[in-house]
């Protein structure tokens, strides 16, 4: 509208609705999700423009004027406010909260869209001629003319800041001495590589790729499941390669981090193009430069975690999201959206279709694809002539196990290992023992603010909670008795890898977790490793399972596998189930066959029989059965209201005047309060109110009426509260 006297505008603050102020002498320039500056009670806050208007249920008198416009264009196109009203609707979330999530955080400060080059500094001529040892009296000079010499690519600030303090006076030093130069680098690399010729696809994957192809201009969602190792990449690079060839764009959705440089690098020497990546381990100067290179048509082809969602593309015309499954693309704090289930919706929005890849889908899309919601395409044989892995479960009763390993377990390793193979142990528990306890008195390691214990790290002799990150120096005697015997039951990633240090001095070995992937470039460093083979065992966590390709290796162990066996959320069995499928996968990859080991206690659990003896699918079925009789996902929706408090008191009070403000609402029911499974986190205490409905329909319209009314409670000034609908996991 234009040179309206309103603007409705989005403010990310924890409060419902849209916020009127005057455009005053800015009318004529401001469009709808173009930012804005204005101001919010004492401060001045960024917001963007919603709407445009001419009428405002306020008087004039109440309203604030704009203070500056920000952009002269939207920084948010028509597609993305579109999908991010559903969004905020269908979850319940603060309007302003849901906008700016959409934006890189150097927008959300205000500043300009466009972003400079990364600076770097490299030696010149004379600096690769000229001692260090001449700039004596200059001794931080003298030590980054040393490094820069001892590193031959260019260094930008990230680096030099890692290792030097307030460098950049030496550096300017340097400078002057012309030992150094200035310069600025592309902030996104362009690559200029030839692009390699694809293999000729499989029959499965050829029929998939078709399919696919002929809908392209239209909404249709697919799910796509493959057998790991069966050429889902190929068939993505297939479509991906005509997405290309029109000109257009294609979104690639991925759950981790770890799975972003692999595939980013896997495309570029595929395709010979520059790839724009988005994830959380970029800066924000990294992250702005991605976004803008996809808005203005730049870059095709963007790879990126659940936030990459939010990416202006206009000419997007694909999305494909691996491993739909991954309950990473469900964001866990403030806005609690689900990152497929709005590519959905946003494919929807643009007639355009969605790709789903697993090897192990999640139930609710493997019953939208049975009941035709999704078409149901499968790749049901390895791309290579690689032959599945024998998968044994290996009764530990009564065995010998030392440090996680059972004597036949360790047996195998040897065999692979005489045999050239590689071997890859998995273990969904980081450090060395999952607590120290006191021989004498029964003491344990527990957290003092947690309902948990704390892990023991030997390397560094520290005892550190998983959950809050509170860390202690491990002690050396018993703090309630002083005996000093303290023993570590249990085992963890570290100890696996100590263990196996002993046992095979001149093995390589890499353990790949959170703990040992910390430093910048460790984790990429040793997924090469690993790739080439020059790692014969890996040790891990859930960072291996995920869509790695290590050729090498032909035997799987599975150390662990009881502590999933009953859980107390509801979910537990089928993350359970993917998480030994993809594990399994990684084994006998290329020519040579692989074997899994599944170490248990409880070798006839029905759930590992039934996996063991009909594979993913048969106990996908069986678990959808007993999930359509309990009215649970898919069968059924979920809503928790969650809260935390310093008290037990102030939780659980909150919780029960929000259940007695409850509408009445016959078809949808409700549980609780209930502690949390975990009660107490990082020093604050936590429960739940469940809301659980046959249909989604009254239980959105019973939201709407109730959350208002939660939000006005007295007891609500006492606690943290969230919303969380369609909740993956109930702690």
């Known amino acids: 509208m234009l040179n309206a006297q309103f603007a409705k505008v989005a403010v990310p603050v924890p409060l419902f609705g849209l916020f009127d102020y005057r455009t005053g002498q800015y009318a004529a320039q401001l469009k709808p999700g173009c930012r804005v500056e204005i101001p919010f009670g004492r401060k001045n806050l960024v917001g963007v423009v919603i709407e445009l208007t001419d009428q405002s249920q306020l008087a004039e008198s109440q309203l604030k004027t704009i203070s500056r416009v920000i952009d002269t264009e939207p920084v948010l196109t028509s597609p993305q406010m579109t999908l991010l009203h559903w969004a905020a609707d269908y979850y319940h979330h603060p309007v302003g909260e849901v906008f700016f999530t959409a934006l890189p955080s150097l927008l959300k ?161 595929r395709l010979g193009i520059t790839i724009a990546a988005l994830h959380s381990a970029m800066n924000d100067r990294q992250r702005l430069c991605a976004w803008n290179m996809a808005k203005d048509n730049q870059v095709q082809v963007v790879i990126g975690t659940r936030s990459a969602l939010f990416t202006p593309m206009p000419g997007l015309q694909l999305i494909i999201i691996d491993e739909e499954h991954d309950s990473s693309l469900k964001q866990q704090e403030g806005f609690r959206y689900h990152a497929r289930d709005l590519a959905l919706v946003l494919a929807k929005n643009l007639s355009i279709p969605v790709v789903m890849g697993s090897a192990t889908p999640s139930l609710e899309t493997l019953n939208h694809a049975l009941s035709g919601q999704h078409q149901y395409l499968k790749l049901t044989r390895r791309a290579s002539r690689a032959r599945p892995p024998k998968i044994e479960l290996l009764n530990i009763c009564n065995r010998p196990v030392e440090h996680g390993i059972s004597d036949v377990l360790h047996n195998r390793i040897s065999q692979h290992l005489e045999q050239n193979g590689q071997v890859l142990l998995f273990l969904n528990r980081r450090g060395y023992a999952p607590l120290l306890m006191c021989h004498a008195c029964g003491w344990t390691t527990e957290c003092p603010r947690c309902d948990a214990h704390m892990t023991l790290h030997q390397q560094h002799n520290r005892l550190r909670c998983h959950h809050c990150g509170h860390e202690r120096p491990a002690p050396r005697s018993c703090p309630e008795c002083n005996h000093e015997e303290l023993y570590s039951p249990g085992a963890g990633t570290e100890r696996v890898e100590q263990a ?29 490793k690993a790739s080439s083979g020059e790692s014969r065992i890996l040790i891990g966590t859930q960072m291996l399972a995920k869509g790695h390709d290590f050729p090498n290796v032909t035997l799987v162990g599975i150390l662990n596998t009881d502590q999933g066996l009953f859980s107390a959320d509801f979910r537990g069995a089928e993350h359970m189930a993917q998480l030994i499928i993809q594990v399994a996968g990684r084994a006998g990859r290329a020519e040579k066959p692989g074997e899994v080991l599944i170490q248990t206690h409880h070798p006839d659990h029905p759930f590992l029989q039934t996996l063991l003896h009909q594979g993913y699918e048969g106990f996908a079925l069986a678990t959808l059965n007993e999930r359509k009789l309990a009215h649970f996902p898919p069968f059924g929706y979920l809503v928790i209201l969650r809260s935390e408090a310093s008290t037990k008191d102030a939780c659980m009070g909150f919780l029960t005047d929000a259940r007695n403000t409850l509408p009445a609402q016959q078809a949808v029911n409700h549980y609780g309060p209930l502690p949390a499974p975990m009660e107490k986190r990082a020093g604050r205490y936590r429960a739940q109110l469940i809301l659980h409905s046959q249909q989604r329909k009254p239980l959105h319209q019973l939201l709407s009426q109730w959350l208002p009314l939660v ?21």
């Open 500 to 528: 196996l240090l002993t046992s095979f001095p001149d093995v390589t070995i890499s353990r790949i977790d959170r703990d040992s992937t910390r430093r910048k470039g460790a984790l990429n460093d040793k997924l090469e």
């Open 711 to 731: 939000s006005k409670l007295k007891s609500v000034n006492r606690v943290r509260w969230s919303l969380d609908v369609d909740p993956q996991d109930m702690y």
């Open 109 to 269: 400060q205000g500043q300009t869209t466009q972003v400079s080059g990364e600076t770097i500094w490299q030696l010149t001529e004379a600096g690769v001629q000229y001692s260090a040892d001449d700039l004596g009296r200059a001794p931080k000079q003298a030590g980054l003319l040393k490094l820069l010499q001892q590193t031959p690519a260019a260094m930008p600030a990230e680096h030099l800041n890692a290792i030097f303090e307030n460098w950049r006076p030496a550096m300017q030093g340097l400078e002057k001495k012309n030992l150094v130069s200035k310069t600025e680098r592309p902030c996104l690399t362009e690559i200029n590589t030839v692009a390699q010729s694809a293999p000729v696809l499989h029959e499965e994957q050829q029929q998939a790729v078709d399919t696919i192809k002929a809908s392209l201009g239209t909404f249709t969602s697919y799910l796509l499941q493959g057998i790991t190792g069966s050429g889902k990449t190929e068939v993505y690079l297939a479509l991906v390669e005509t997405i290309i060839q029109r000109g257009q764009q294609v979104l690639i959705l991925v759950p981790e981090i770890s799975l972003t440089p692999q595939l980013t690098q896997r495309f570029q020497q």
